[in-house]
């Protein structure tokens, strides 16, 4: 290969460490079952290691993943990745990493939630076209571990969580999109209680390629074609090859094509083809028909995470990247004055000009804030694990779960996209080049707004289901965690103007939540679908705010006593700037966000379809 491998990648493992140890304090789960084989150093180490395993094997091959993409016979219908990313997945797999949350039982180190996927956001960061090889394989082998039969989990569970065999979610059909309701693959049952499957799934990532012997698909079909909706699909593990008598065997699954993106190039994604010979068999996961779409939430969801994480990990680098380059880059002179355009004498660092450093501050602020609403959503459910499923402290935790699930994917995601633009626009023209990272950067994160749910169907889900639950019970919680930090800081020596801001975003908030209520009550529907994007950017930026303050209070209390010319002064210094500029930059946004849904303008609803231009074709 004649391209040089370099590193883009970067990561501020400080920041990650400040947030699980000094803000969530995630070294108390240690001392609780079914964590108390780690300790804070244990985990700190393998942050440490995670890290350099993605600058050192991960990130020199990203932009060579993105340039050789995967490529299709349409002979022999193989597909093959780049040849560089087999390597890379046996270091991966013989370092161990793929087993890092993964239960005992299947041969993994059982290790917090929190830990995992703060150490799987470097992985993604580095390479996010190949973390979702394994991201989907576990997420495939957490469902059939949940709810198959005793040999299923022990046929599979074991063989994917390690790599040795590969997974996918199979939901997608030509023409259906995101609504799953109108699935129509088939299954029929045959007498020794296997099904013969048979159907097209498009878009699936990782769907097929050459790293693994098999992989194993989790695919929804209809047992009976005349039940309508997502209520009568039901789930069923679909391996490419199938085991008879201890050999595997072709199982009838044929990948038609995969798909020319603008990102991911390195990601295959692939058109499946389940029974065109009428030899494809099926398992159905559990024993009971027609629950394919409950089963199936459970990987969505936590692709809707991981999909969130793919995203802040990207746009991390692609702000830290931008940062280096800013410090390094020598151009143009500081204005002396704006009224008559005088400049000083000498050229600067980009990062001296008052236009970049906005730039970064915005893009710092909004990283920091969405890596900490993932990690928070992360130990809350470490913390209902450690509490024990049904008992009431569970629920509470798994209540914040729900709630930031949504958020998580959908803010992480459009605001990592808007990082990565900040970033080409901090390089200028060379942002724009291939030379460069962040360019590959913006075009990898921009599909997180479209996988797993587009952000609007995040939106409805929060705004439909979410704010409903419990009579509110969700936005109560969240609300009084607000309030009552707000109450306890009022008074704070630097922070106090900022906690009244936070004050009046959280009042926006929850008279929005009543408006929402009046819609309902009222029959305006259609409002809630029209403004539920709003709202959602809305919530997750009250709970930024709120966070990022936390943060900065813990910040201001660590750095007392500490010089000004010690790393961890200005650090915490840093922190207590960034959670100011969120909160004077992005957070009056959540008041004109909320005047918006308020007004109940229609304007979108009543201009008629032929009142938009006319143009050719149509």
Same mark, same amino acid.
């Given at each position: 290969?004649?391209?040089?491998?370099?590193?883009?990648?970067?990561?501020?493992?400080?920041?990650?460490?400040?947030?699980?140890?000094?803000?969530?304090?995630?070294?108390?789960?240690?001392?609780?079952?079914?964590?108390?084989?780690?300790?804070?150093?244990?985990?700190?180490?393998?942050?440490?290691?995670?890290?350099?395993?993605?600058?050192?094997?991960?990130?020199?091959?990203?932009?060579?993943?993105?340039?050789?993409?995967?490529?299709?016979?349409? &002979?022999?219908?193989?597909?093959?990745?780049?040849? $560089?990313?087999?390597?890379?997945?046996?270091?991966?797999? *013989?370092?161990?990493?793929?087993?890092?949350?993964?239960?005992?039982?299947?041969?993994?180190?059982?290790?917090?939630?929190?830990?995992?996927?703060?150490?799987?956001?470097?992985?993604?960061?580095?390479?996010?076209?190949?973390?979702?090889?394994?991201?989907?394989?576990?997420?495939?082998?957490?469902? @059939?571990?949940?709810?198959?039969?005793?040999?299923?989990?022990?046929?599979?569970?074991?063989?994917?969580?390690?790599?040795?065999?590969?997974?996918?979610?199979?939901?997608? *059909?030509?023409?259906?999109?995101?609504?799953?309701?109108?699935?129509?693959?088939?299954?029929?049952?045959?007498?020794?209680?296997?099904?013969?499957?048979?159907?097209?799934?498009?878009?699936?990532?990782?769907?097929?390629?050459?790293?693994?012997?098999?992989?194993?698909?989790?695919?929804?079909?209809?047992?009976?074609? #005349?039940?309508?909706?997502?209520?009568?699909?039901?789930?069923?593990?679909?391996?490419?090859?199938?085991?008879?008598?201890?050999?595997?065997?072709?199982?009838?699954?044929?990948?038609?094509?995969?798909?020319?993106?603008?990102?991911?190039?390195?990601?295959?994604?692939?058109?499946?083809?389940?029974?065109?010979?009428?030899?494809?068999?099926?398992?159905?996961?559990?024993?009971?028909?027609?629950?394919?779409?409950?089963?199936?939430?459970?990987?969505?969801?936590?692709?809707?995470?991981?999909?969130?994480?793919?995203?802040?990990?990207?746009?991390?680098?692609?702000?830290?990247?931008?940062?280096?380059?800013?410090?390094?880059? @020598?151009?143009?002179?500081?204005?002396?004055? %704006?009224?008559?355009?005088?400049?000083?004498?000498?050229?600067?660092?980009?990062?001296?000009?008052?236009?970049?450093?906005?730039?970064?501050?915005?893009?710092?602020?909004?990283?920091?804030?969405?890596?900490?609403?993932?990690?928070?959503?992360?130990?809350?459910?470490?913390?209902?694990?450690?509490?024990?499923?049904?008992?009431? *402290?569970?629920?509470?935790?798994?209540?914040?779960? *729900?709630?930031?699930?949504? %958020?998580?994917?959908?803010?992480?995601?459009?605001?990592?996209?808007?990082?990565?633009?900040?970033?080409?626009?901090?390089?200028?023209?060379?942002?724009?080049?291939?030379?460069?990272?962040?360019?590959?950067?913006?075009?990898?994160?921009? %599909?997180?707004?479209?996988?797993?749910?587009?952000?609007?169907?995040?939106?409805?889900?929060?705004?439909?289901?979410? $704010?409903?639950?419990?009579?509110?019970?969700?936005?109560?919680?969240?609300?009084?965690?607000?309030?009552?930090? %707000?109450?306890?800081?009022?008074?704070?020596?630097?922070?106090?103007?900022?906690?009244?801001?936070? #004050?009046?975003?959280?009042?926006?908030?929850?008279?929005?939540?009543?408006?929402?209520?009046?819609?309902?009550?009222?029959?305006?529907?259609?409002?809630?679908?029209?403004?539920?994007?709003?709202?959602?950017?809305?919530?997750?930026?009250?709970?930024?705010?709120?966070?990022?303050?936390?943060?900065?209070?813990?910040?201001?209390?660590?750095?007392?006593? $500490?010089?000004?010319?010690?790393?961890?002064?200005?650090?915490?210094?840093?922190?207590?700037?960034?959670?100011?500029?969120?909160?004077?930059?992005?957070?009056?946004?959540?008041?004109?966000?909320? &005047?918006?849904?308020?007004?109940?303008?229609?304007?979108?609803?009543? @201009?008629?379809?032929?009142?938009?231009?006319?143009?050719?074709?149509?």
């Amino acid at each position: 290969m004649s391209e040089e491998l370099v590193n883009h990648y970067k990561a501020d493992e400080r920041e990650i460490n400040f947030l699980l140890f000094e803000q969530f304090q995630v070294q108390e789960i240690f001392e609780s079952e079914p964590y108390t084989a780690y300790t804070e150093e244990d985990a700190r180490l393998i942050l440490s290691e995670a890290l350099k395993f993605a600058v050192n094997e991960v990130g020199p091959l990203n932009s060579y993943f993105d340039r050789t993409g995967c490529t299709y016979d349409a &002979e022999t219908h193989e597909v093959k990745v780049p040849p $560089l990313m087999k390597d890379l997945q046996k270091k991966y797999q *013989e370092n161990g990493w793929p087993l890092l949350g993964v239960a005992e039982e299947f041969g993994g180190q059982a290790a917090p939630y929190a830990l995992s996927l703060a150490a799987s956001e470097f992985f993604t960061g580095a390479s996010a076209a190949w973390t979702m090889y394994t991201g989907l394989t576990n997420g495939a082998a957490h469902l @059939i571990e949940s709810f198959g039969n005793e040999e299923e989990r022990q046929l599979y569970c074991t063989k994917m969580y390690s790599g040795e065999w590969m997974g996918t979610m199979c939901l997608t *059909e030509p023409g259906a999109g995101s609504e799953v309701g109108r699935s129509s693959s088939k299954a029929k049952k045959n007498d020794d209680g296997t099904y013969m499957i048979e159907g097209v799934k498009c878009f699936i990532s990782s769907g097929d390629h050459d790293m693994t012997d098999n992989i194993i698909h989790m695919v929804l079909a209809r047992v009976d074609a #005349d039940t309508k909706g997502t209520k009568g699909l039901s789930l069923f593990i679909v391996p490419k090859k199938r085991l008879e008598d201890g050999a595997l065997v072709d199982n009838d699954v044929v990948c038609r094509g995969i798909e020319h993106k603008m990102g991911i190039n390195g990601s295959a994604t692939a058109t499946l083809d389940f029974g065109s010979s009428g030899n494809c068999v099926g398992y159905l996961l559990g024993t009971v028909e027609n629950k394919g779409m409950s089963q199936m939430f459970q990987m969505m969801n936590g692709a809707r995470i991981g999909t969130g994480m793919q995203s802040l990990g990207s746009a991390s680098s692609a702000y830290l990247n931008a940062l280096s380059y800013s410090r390094e880059r @020598i151009q143009g002179k500081k204005f002396e004055s %704006i009224a008559t355009g005088k400049r000083g004498t000498d050229s600067v660092a980009l990062i001296e000009h008052e236009d970049i450093r906005r730039m970064l501050m915005e893009m710092k602020s909004k990283v920091e804030g969405c890596r900490a609403l993932a990690l928070k959503l992360a130990q809350h459910m470490d913390r209902a694990k450690i509490a024990g499923e049904g008992s009431p *402290e569970a629920e509470d935790h798994l209540g914040y779960v *729900e709630l930031l699930t949504p %958020i998580v994917k959908a803010y992480l995601s459009d605001q990592g996209f808007k990082v990565a633009e900040l970033a080409i626009q901090t390089y200028g023209g060379y942002g724009y080049i291939q030379d460069y990272p962040v360019e590959q950067y913006a075009r990898d994160i921009k %599909i997180q707004s479209l996988y797993e749910g587009t952000n609007f169907i995040q939106s409805l889900d929060l705004v439909g289901r979410k $704010l409903n639950v419990g009579g509110g019970k969700l936005m109560r919680q969240l609300g009084g965690a607000i309030t009552a930090f %707000i109450k306890a800081n009022e008074e704070h020596a630097v922070l106090g103007s900022e906690m009244k801001s936070l #004050d009046e975003a959280l009042g926006c908030l929850n008279k929005t939540v009543m408006t929402y209520a009046s819609h309902f009550q009222s029959g305006r529907i259609r409002q809630l679908p029209l403004t539920s994007t709003r709202f959602l950017e809305l919530l997750s930026e009250v709970t930024i705010a709120f966070l990022l303050l936390e943060g900065a209070a813990i910040a201001h209390e660590k750095m007392q006593g $500490l010089e000004e010319s010690d790393r961890d002064f200005n650090f915490y210094a840093g922190k207590i700037h960034t959670a100011r500029f969120f909160v004077h930059n992005i957070l009056p946004g959540v008041k004109m966000k909320a &005047e918006i849904i308020e007004k109940a303008d229609t304007s979108a609803l009543e @201009i008629a379809d032929n009142q938009f231009p006319m143009v050719g074709g149509d």
